[in-house]
């Protein structure tokens, strides 16, 4: 019988585990029958779960438990559990909400299914349950989520419909390492290409030291009155945003280090509006390019549209601390009221999860939209850093230099381009250092070329400034006469 669970919202649970990890079906209540007995019988002592609901709303929603399911009547103890909503009404929209007391995370009974919290969160069903034909009406409760999960705003309507009338209810194993059918899938599919896809120099040691100079030397026209030229990087929490600028600055420091904090959390790291310098550590030169990092985008959080006007408008001045209850207003203190050219922001590069494209909340997607009708305005140009690719090309997991002769990260290029809106030219496939320990030097290249294309745009950018202003200025001139 089909598994229903769809590879879109595996890679979306393998994200939320934080780890290779694929899935190997245990229970399945249209074919095994809905019985409690049935599914201790099948799931019990068998390490990791994640027990998934269908209902007749087309939602769907389940949990995560890293311990194994037990039959002795004790909760399960387990700080890696969640709940998750994968899809609502017919609409993919992943949210996850992670455990709060860890020591109720799941209650092991006999005479229960699968059950989360206390007995309260979520109980799908007890004794058994006869099909109805069309569907099976669970005789459990969900009305108390949020017991012993965090929902962040959510509730049960919003998260299962309080709909417990499911057409399936499944349960896989979780076992580590990546799918090995999923593997061989994707080496097949990902094949590397004789041509590369996209022109691009040498991945060697002189074009590396190129690039490098080039940064080193950039610098702007002497009638703008710009010393460093600003990069914003926006981006969803975990997609790497952050680590781009840690990457950066390893490259240049000949080092990995970790400036910026990073990582994968259920909220975003970056509290506090930094502009950061990048310093040359051969040269003791500090770049004439500054990265500008913000907090990350977040279904919960909305980003104050106004906020991100004065973040692109030159208002907020560097190390202002965010706070979500009081958005950025003409009247915080430290507001920058007659922002210079070089206060202002002149690139945005939207850093996006090349592993998750497909399932991008629909609230994401709309921030970043109101994001970019504001900087059009502007005539701010963007491109996109497109992360993680290792995760969807094993053969660029190995080797970064095969990222332009890969068919799956041509691929996802192509998605995000569409997504975005923007040339394909304007999406930049990288691999940020993550678990690195030393540098590499094709990671490097893809990283310092990725710079030098986004910096050349802020040219473009800086040079339609210096000419408005021109034009403003002759313009006032000719009044005055």
């Given at each position: 019988?089909t598994?229903?669970?769809?590879?879109?919202?595996?890679?979306?649970l393998?994200?939320?585990?934080?780890?290779?990890?694929?899935?190997?079906?245990?229970?399945?209540?249209s074919?095994?029958?809905?019985?409690?007995?049935?599914?201790?019988?099948?799931?019990?002592?068998?390490?990791?779960?994640?027990?998934?609901l269908?209902?007749?709303?087309?939602?769907?929603?389940?949990g995560?438990l890293?311990q194994?399911?037990?039959?002795?009547?004790?909760?399960i103890?387990?700080?890696?559990?969640?709940?998750?909503?994968?899809?609502?009404?017919g609409?993919?929209?992943?949210?996850?909400?992670?455990?709060?007391?860890?020591?109720?995370?799941?209650?092991?009974?006999?005479?229960?299914?699968?059950?989360?919290?206390?007995?309260?969160?979520?109980?799908?069903?007890?004794?058994?349950?006869?099909?109805?034909?069309?569907?099976?009406?669970?005789?459990?409760?969900?009305?108390?989520?949020?017991?012993?999960?965090?929902?962040?705003?959510q509730?049960?309507?919003?998260?299962?419909?309080?709909?417990?009338?499911?057409?399936?209810?499944?349960?896989?194993?979780?076992?580590?390492?990546?799918d090995?059918?999923?593997?061989?899938f994707?080496?097949?599919?990902?094949?590397?290409?004789?041509?590369?896809?996209?022109?691009?120099?040498?991945?060697?040691?002189?074009?590396?030291?190129?690039?490098?100079?080039?940064?080193?030397?950039?610098?702007?026209?002497?009638e703008?009155?710009?010393?460093?030229?600003?990069?914003?990087?926006?981006?969803?929490?975990?997609?790497?945003?952050?680590?781009?600028?840690?990457s950066?600055?390893s490259?240049?420091?000949?080092k990995?280090?970790?400036?910026a904090?990073?990582?994968?959390?259920?909220?975003?790291?970056?509290?506090?509006?930094?502009?950061?310098?990048?310093?040359?550590?051969?040269?003791?030169?500090?770049?004439?390019?500054?990265?500008?990092?913000?907090?990350?985008?977040?279904?919960?959080?909305?980003i104050?549209p106004?906020?991100?006007?004065h973040?692109?408008?030159?208002?907020?001045?560097?190390?202002?601390?965010f706070?979500p209850?009081?958005?950025?207003?003409t009247?915080?203190?430290?507001?920058?009221?007659?922002?210079?050219?070089?206060?202002?922001?002149?690139?945005?590069?939207?850093?996006?999860?090349g592993?998750?494209?497909?399932v991008?909340?629909?609230?994401?997607?709309?921030?970043?939209?109101?994001?970019?009708?504001?900087?059009?305005?502007?005539?701010?140009?963007?491109?996109?850093?497109?992360?993680?690719?290792d995760?969807?090309?094993?053969?660029?997991e190995?080797?970064?230099?095969h990222?332009?002769?890969?068919s799956?990260?041509?691929e996802?290029?192509?998605?995000i381009?569409?997504?975005?809106?923007?040339?394909?030219?304007?999406?930049?496939?990288?691999?940020?250092?993550?678990?690195?320990?030393?540098?590499?030097?094709?990671?490097?290249i893809?990283?310092?070329k990725?710079?030098?294309?986004?910096?050349d745009?802020?040219?473009?950018?800086?040079?339609?400034?210096?000419e408005?202003?021109?034009?403003?200025?002759?313009?006032?001139?000719?009044?005055?006469?």
């Amino acid at each position: 019988m089909t598994e229903l669970l769809n590879q879109k919202y595996r890679d979306q649970l393998v994200t939320w585990i934080g780890k290779p990890c694929h899935f190997r079906l245990l229970y399945k209540i249209s074919r095994d029958g809905c019985s409690a007995t049935t599914f201790h019988q099948k799931c019990d002592s068998q390490g990791a779960t994640v027990t998934v609901l269908y209902n007749t709303n087309n939602t769907i929603y389940g949990g995560y438990l890293s311990q194994s399911w037990k039959s002795n009547s004790a909760y399960i103890n387990d700080p890696n559990a969640f709940l998750f909503r994968l899809q609502y009404n017919g609409s993919s929209n992943p949210l996850k909400f992670p455990i709060n007391q860890p020591t109720y995370a799941g209650f092991g009974v006999e005479g229960y299914g699968p059950s989360f919290g206390a007995g309260s969160d979520m109980i799908t069903f007890t004794g058994t349950i006869n099909s109805s034909g069309k569907y099976f009406s669970l005789n459990g409760s969900v009305n108390s989520i949020g017991s012993y999960y965090s929902l962040n705003g959510q509730n049960s309507t919003s998260i299962t419909n309080n709909n417990l009338q499911v057409t399936d209810l499944e349960v896989y194993q979780v076992l580590d390492g990546p799918d090995p059918k999923k593997t061989k899938f994707k080496m097949a599919e990902s094949s590397l290409l004789d041509k590369p896809w996209r022109k691009f120099p040498e991945f060697n040691a002189e074009t590396a030291n190129k690039l490098k100079e080039e940064l080193v030397d950039y610098g702007q026209d002497s009638e703008t009155g710009v010393r460093a030229a600003n990069i914003l990087l926006i981006g969803q929490i975990g997609a790497g945003k952050s680590s781009f600028f840690n990457s950066v600055n390893s490259i240049f420091r000949g080092k990995i280090t970790s400036k910026a904090r990073s990582g994968s959390f259920e909220h975003s790291l970056t509290t506090v509006y930094r502009k950061y310098n990048i310093k040359d550590h051969n040269s003791g030169q500090t770049l004439k390019i500054r990265l500008c990092d913000t907090r990350g985008l977040e279904e919960e959080f909305t980003i104050d549209p106004q906020e991100i006007s004065h973040i692109l408008d030159g208002n907020i001045p560097d190390r202002y601390q965010f706070n979500p209850s009081a958005p950025f207003t003409t009247e915080t203190f430290g507001f920058i009221r007659n922002p210079h050219l070089g206060d202002r922001i002149h690139c945005v590069a939207f850093v996006v999860d090349g592993s998750t494209i497909d399932v991008i909340p629909e609230k994401i997607l709309k921030q970043m939209k109101a994001m970019q009708s504001r900087m059009n305005q502007r005539n701010i140009p963007q491109v996109v850093y497109l992360t993680k690719l290792d995760k969807v090309c094993p053969m660029v997991e190995e080797d970064a230099g095969h990222m332009f002769h890969s068919s799956a990260v041509r691929e996802a290029v192509d998605k995000i381009a569409d997504v975005m809106g923007l040339p394909r030219g304007f999406v930049l496939p990288i691999k940020n250092y993550e678990s690195e320990t030393i540098l590499d030097q094709n990671i490097d290249i893809l990283i310092l070329k990725a710079l030098k294309q986004t910096s050349d745009f802020t040219d473009d950018y800086m040079e339609e400034q210096v000419e408005k202003m021109v034009a403003e200025n002759g313009q006032g001139r000719k009044e005055k006469e």
